[in-house]
T-cell receptor
């Protein structure tokens, strides 16, 4: 119930392509879904986040799509660039949790030039 | 210094050693966190401090002992660790502990227990 399942574990995309990372959850009490980006040797940093009252949120080349009925959400990176190569984590939290983010397992993205 | 800093960046210790990890945030936040990051596993929340009080202890073994002397500093005291405790330990801070508060992470301490 507390898990967030993320796939794929790793992803290789050509420069200019679309990268898609998927996450699924069980707990319907989750109501906040952030994505974090982590470069080697760095800590994760917030990339984009969504609330379940919207089905899509876009910030630049990054878009979150949210399907409440399927309990799934995904990150789309348009026009992927080599600088996007990093590990991406989806996460979820709910109102009653004290700062508790439940993270997915992470996806390592490599964008080839 | 800006953001969240952690020292040391790398640490090797034996199972009988005692060591401490230090985290400092320069963001004026009032909540701080310890996470454990192991390969191919989700980030695991260990402890949450809000206004210097521990508000979350995620069933962490007692060989890990956190300390938050003020809102800018967080320590993780380590003693009699096991090899399976080898991991990247991340510190984070946020303005509050509400679910929409962005957590800002430090670069982590890479710990190896021999």
């Amino acid at each position: 119930q507390q898990q967030v399942k993320q796939s794929p574990q790793s992803l290789i995309v050509q420069k200019g392509g679309i990268s898609i990372i998927n996450c699924a959850y069980e707990n319907t009490a989750f109501d906040y879904f952030p994505w974090y980006q982590q470069f080697p040797g760095k800590g994760p940093a917030l990339l984009i986040a969504i609330r379940p009252d919207v089905s899509e949120k876009k910030e630049g080349r990054f878009t979150i799509s949210f399907n409440k009925s399927a309990k799934q959400f995904s990150l789309h990176i348009m026009d992927s660039q080599p600088g996007d190569s990093a590990t991406y984590f989806c996460a979820a939290s709910r109102a009653s949790n004290t700062g508790k983010l439940i993270f997915g397992q992470g996806t390592t993205l490599q964008v080839k030039p | 210094e800006t953001g969240v800093t952690q020292t040391p960046r790398h640490l090797v210790m034996g199972m009988t050693n005692k060591k401490s990890l230090k985290c400092e945030q320069h963001l004026g936040h009032n909540a701080m966190y310890w996470y454990k990051q192991s390969a191919k596993k989700p980030l695991e929340l260990m402890f949450v401090y809000s206004l210097e009080e521990r508000v979350e202890n995620n069933s962490v073994p007692s060989r890990f002992s956190p300390e938050c002397p003020n809102s800018s500093h967080l320590f993780l005291h380590l003693h009699t660790l096991q090899p399976e405790d080898s991991a990247l330990y991340l510190c984070a801070s946020s303005q509050g502990t509400g679910r929409v508060e962005t957590q800002y992470f430090g670069p982590g301490t890479r710990l190896l227990v021999l």
